[in-house]
T-cell receptor, first 113, second 119 residues
Framework: AQSVAQPEDQVNVAEGNPLTVKCTYS??????LFWYVQYPNRGLQFLLK??????LVKGSYGFEAEFNKSQTSFHLKKPSALVSDSALYFC???????????FGTGTRLQVFP | DTEVTQTPKHLVMGMTNKKSLKCEQHMGHRAMYWYKQKAKKPPELMFVYSYEKLSINESVPSRFSPECPNSSLLNLHLHALQPEDSALYLCASSPGVGLAGGRATDTQYFGPGTRLTVL
């Protein structure tokens, strides 16, 4: 079965510190992996995606993600968190040969001043 | 420009009402999607349109009726909804769907959503 797991419901980090939001996946074949962010009462905003190539993917707003095939992970990272990064983050996978995005359960990031 | 627009932003309706949600994109995308999202939960796929044809219906109750009048517009017609249908309804679009040529790598771009409350 194709699935995505975000093991942390919430991540707390102080402003200026590095942040990591974890994501692991289970997909048959090569996965296409995405990160989205959602601010309160808003739609999802695309941050970045991994398709192939370099395992370190750079995205919007200073975010990056590292694809690790052996650990089946795609963790989202940022070197220095901002209070404005506080939001709900979703990891998603699009298995090959399908039109569907499979979302993780989401991780709420709280950045404290 | 990666904008998907949705109207209305908020909608309150009774269980006997008929209403419609609208979604529009002008990015030339040929795939459009409807998702339902409950509070603090991930979006759940409802429908996918590919080249204006319904390609996926995730066993959605018939009280939800999608329509794709042209490649830029997507509607969701609502009738006889239940209070448990209250949710944020998200529209998304992507350049195209297709299993060949790497189209599965397409990014889906989401609209801001319509907050629906069924009384």
């Amino acid at each position: 079965a194709q699935s995505v797991a975000q093991p942390e419901d919430q991540v707390n980090v102080a402003e200026g510190n590095p942040l990591t939001v974890k994501c692991t996946y289970s997909v048959s074949g090569n996965p296409y992996l995405f990160w989205y962010v959602q601010y309160p009462n808003r739609g999802l905003q695309f941050l970045l995606k991994y398709i192939t190539g370099d395992n370190l993917v750079k995205g919007s707003y200073g975010f990056e993600a590292e694809f690790n095939k052996s650990q089946t992970s795609f963790h989202l990272k940022k070197p220095s968190a901002l209070v404005s990064d506080s939001a709900l983050y979703f990891c998603a996978v699009r298995p090959p040969n399908t039109d569907k995005l499979i979302f993780g359960t989401g991780t709420r990031l709280q950045v404290f001043p | 420009d990666t904008e998907v627009t949705q109207t209305p932003k908020h909608l309150v309706m009774g269980m006997t009402n008929k209403k419609s949600l609208k979604c529009e994109q002008h990015m030339g995308h040929r795939a459009m999607y409807w998702y339902k999202q409950k509070a603090k939960k991930p979006p759940e796929l409802m429908f996918v349109y590919s080249y204006e044809k319904l390609s996926i219906n995730e066993s959605v109750p018939s009280r939800f009726s999608p329509e794709c009048p042209n490649s830029s517009l997507l509607n969701l017609h609502l009738h006889a909804l239940q209070p448990e249908d209250s949710a944020l309804y998200l529209c998304a679009s992507s350049p195209g769907v297709g299993l060949a040529g790497g189209r599965a790598t397409d990014t889906q771009y989401f609209g801001p959503g319509t907050r629906l409350t069924v009384l």
